[in-house]
Every structure is written in structure tokens, then in C-alpha cells.
């Protein structure tokens, strides 16, 4: 491919990628203790042929159905997990998780601030009379991150009254400028509110898994949820989200997604175990080469004098990338250059749209094998202040790098440089 770069584009590629060498060595040293922890539990599960059967109906005794769970479990660190592919997608999966163990006057406080834009609904933030938990009389409180972005552990502490039956932590930043939570941060939480209250600790864990060694259960969270469309699905998956931690709240969650009484029993599987089996095989690897993408974008647009963040050498706790572009014109055409190095839908020119729930127009590139998901390369920029796009995903670093140098290539032909 010939990529004919822009002189400045083709300088600050070759600058990135000399600075890159360590960041990538740390990245391949993340990823090969997370696949052997992906591997290991395979075998200690004894995954065969024969989990990857379908089943229809009810799908009683579906052995791919357990496994899957079984593999999810011993992977990050949980008693029990609830992997399906009937999961719509990643909200469906938190709110289930919600729904499963709050019950009326219990109090949910988040202690990351406002939660990611989908789960206000579900909370009853937005708007009441959809049934979200507000309708079923639990209630919400909240403690903002400090001025710094992070966790007030004192102001946590002393949010924590009798009626707080979950404190719930956001992992990501989502698209916020706040940094992401390491897992060790997390942990400092934990111990504060195990400390000083029987609440249940529940994260948001998207965008997280295998980015560090470990995942927020091995550092005193109770219950973690995500997308089987970003990290744990590996590129695979072709939807889906999983539930893991205690035993006792992944059944009541089981409740909540088929009914009290059948819980975990049913749910056929319809064939699509082997894909989300080899999709959680394939996530540390893929994890790997979406960090890979991630610094990369950092260092060359760092190289090329816009503020990014995190910078390519800050350790990161998700796997996405944001870079103040300050102008919407930047804005729209880097999301139409990298769409240029999509595999699929290259042709395709995206366009600023109203996209319901936002404020202002949202770009988006998006050139993937599954709709929607965002561990493939991806980037989505409100046209707003402070004129900041969003990327992340790669399957693999080598491709993700020629989406990357269009977006970057696409800002130079337009003569948007800085
Ligand atoms: C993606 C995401 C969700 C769930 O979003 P879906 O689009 O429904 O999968 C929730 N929280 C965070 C932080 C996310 O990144």
C-alpha cells in the first residue's frame, strides 16, 4: 500500500515509532502473562470439542454454556460468571447486573462521578417512567472524582450510610478527559468501603479487561460487567456481555436475566459458543494490539503538537486514546481519514450527525467486521469544545497504524496541520 505521506505526517511516524520500542515491550510483557492466564484456564477447564455444540429450545445441560462461564471465572478472578450472547450489549449487561441485586430503598452511590451517558437512564437520572430503578424506589447518590480526576476517598467514606447497598465504580473514562482507574486504585476503594460498610462493590469494567495483569476482582471488587464487543470478545464475538464475581450476586443476576427459578438452567446457545470461546482466547493478544494502536496515535500527534491523552508514555488503565484537535474541521477530517484505512466500508464518508442523547453533532469512524464494536479500530468526536476525538480498538497493530497515518494524512491534505 501506498500510503504517499505527507512530509510532516511521515517524520512524525518515524519519530513515534523509535520512541515506541519500550511502551511496546511493556505491552507484549502485559499481554503474554494474560494469555497464559486465558490458556490456563481453558485447560484447567477441560474445554473440548464438544462444549462448542449448539443448542436449541431451552437449552438445558448446554455444557458450552458452563464452560464458558467456567473459563470467564478462572480467567479474571471470579467465583462464578454469566457469559451470553443474548446480552444486547454492554448497558444491557450492566443493568442486568443492577436490576439482579438492588432492591427497593437500597441506595446505589457511584463514586466516579456521573456514570457513562447509557446508564443514566437505567439509574433514572434522565428521565423517569421506563422502569428504570427509580421506578422500583432504589435510589442514587454520588460522589465526584476531585480536582485532579481522581477517587475522594474521603468524601467516599463518608457517603457510605446504612442504605448503600452497592457502591459502583466506573473503570474507563469513557469519553471523558478524567483519567481511567488502575485496578490498584480501585483497590483503594475497596478497602474503604469493605472497611466500613456491607455494601456490594460493582464495576464497570469496560474498556478494562486485560489492559493490566490483574482485573478489579483480585483487588476487593464483589461483581465486574463488560462487552463481549470490546476487550473480553477478542475481535469475535458477534455481540454478547458477561457478569463475573461472587457466587451468590451472579445468581441473583441469572434471575434477572431468565426468571427466579430457572436462573443459570437455560439459554440455548444457538451455536455461537465456539466464536465467543475463541474471542476470549484471542482478547489478551487483541487487548494487546489495541494498546499498541493507542500509543502509537499518541506519539505521532503528540510529534505533530496537539495534546493527547494519555501521552505515549503514561501507563494506561483502558484502551482508549483521546487528542485535543481544537478545530471541528480537524475533528471531521480525521475521523474520514481513518475511515479511508477501514477493511470494511473504506468508501464510506462519515458525516457529523445528531446523534439522539448528545447535544451537539457526532462524527464517527467506524470500518468493522461487527457493528458497533470498538475493540476494532474506531474513533467518535462531539463537534464541541474542547474539539477532542476519541479513538480506540486495532485488531491488529499493523492495519490499525494505516487507519491512524490516514486520519493524521487526512488533517495535512486539508492543510488543518498545526
Ligand atoms: C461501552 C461502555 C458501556 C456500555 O455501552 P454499550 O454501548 O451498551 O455496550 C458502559 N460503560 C462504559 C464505560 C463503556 O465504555
Redesign the pocket.
Known amino acids: 500500500m501506498n500510503l504517499n505521506l505527507d512530509k510532516k505526517v511521515a517524520m512524525a511516524a518515524d519519530a513515534a515509532t523509535k520512541k515506541l520500542k519500550e511502551r511496546h515491550d511493556l505491552i507484549d510483557s502485559i499481554v503474554e502473562y494474560n494469555q497464559q492466564k486465558v490458556l490456563k484456564a481453558f485447560i484447567d477447564n477441560k474445554i473440548s470439542e464438544s462444549h462448542f455444540n449448539e443448542t436449541t429450545g431451552y437449552g438445558y445441560s448446554d455444557r458450552g454454556r458452563e464452560g464458558l462461564d467456567d473459563v470467564f471465572a478462572s480467567a479474571l478472578g471470579a467465583e462464578a460468571a454469566l457469559v451470553r450472547h443474548t446480552f ?7 443493568a442486568v447486573a443492577l436490576f439482579g441485586i438492588l432492591r427497593p430503598h437500597d441506595t446505589m452511590l457511584c463514586v466516579t462521578g456521573l ?2 451517558d ?2 443514566q437512564p437505567v439509574i433514572g437520572l434522565t428521565s423517569g417512567g421506563m422502569g428504570s430503578l427509580k421506578d422500583f424506589l432504589i435510589n442514587y447518590k454520588q460522589v465526584d472524582l476531585d480536582e485532579n480526576g481522581k477517587p475522594d476517598l474521603n468524601a467516599i467514606k463518608n457517603a457510605l450510610t446504612d442504605d448503600v447497598r452497592m457502591v459502583y465504580i ?6 471523558t478527559m478524567r483519567p481511567s482507574l488502575s485496578v490498584e486504585e480501585i483497590g483503594e476503594i475497596a478497602k474503604i468501603v469493605h472497611e466500613n460498610s456491607k455494601a456490594v462493590i460493582m464495576v ?1 469494567n ?2 478494562g479487561e486485560f489492559v493490566q495483569t490483574a482485573e478489579p476482582l483480585q483487588f476487593g471488587a464483589d461483581i465486574i460487567a ?2 463481549l ?2 476487550n473480553p470478545g477478542g475481535g469475535i464475538a458477534k455481540n454478547g ?1 458477561y457478569i463475573a464475581g461472587k457466587k451468590d450476586l451472579i445468581e441473583l443476576c441469572a434471575y434477572r436475566l431468565t426468571t427466579p427459578g430457572l436462573g443459570t438452567e437455560v439459554g440455548a446457545t444457538l451455536g455461537h459458543t465456539r466464536e465467543m470461546m475463541l474471542g476470549f482466547f484471542n482478547a489478551p493478544h487483541v487487548v494487546g494490539e489495541a494498546l499498541k494502536s493507542a500509543v502509537f496515535t499518541s506519539a505521532l500527534f503528540e510529534n505533530l503538537g496537539y495534546e493527547v491523552t494519555p501521552t505515549p508514555i503514561e501507563d494506561r488503565f ?1 484502551i ?1 486514546q483521546s487528542i485535543k484537535l481544537e478545530k471541528p474541521e480537524s475533528l471531521i477530517a480525521f475521523c474520514q481519514g481513518m475511515q479511508k484505512g477501514a477493511p470494511v466500508d473504506s468508501f464510506v464518508e462519515p458525516q457529523p450527525w445528531d446523534m439522539p442523547g448528545y447535544e451537539s453533532q457526532v462524527i464517527m469512524s467506524a470500518g468493522a467486521f461487527t457493528m ?1 464494536s ?1 475493540i476494532e479500530l474506531s474513533a467518535d468526536a462531539p463537534l464541541r469544545e474542547p474539539f477532542t476525538v476519541w479513538m480506540q480498538g486495532g485488531l491488529n497493530f499493523h492495519s490499525a497504524k494505516v487507519g491512524i497515518l490516514l486520519a493524521a494524512q487526512e488533517i495535512a491534505e486539508r492543510g488543518l496541520l498545526k
Open positions: 444486547s450489549c454492554g448497558t444491557h449487561t450492566l456514570p457513562y447509557t446508564i466506573q473503570r474507563s473514562r469513557g469519553y464497570d469496560c474498556y463488560g462487552s464487543i470490546k456481555g483502558d482508549i458497533g470498538s
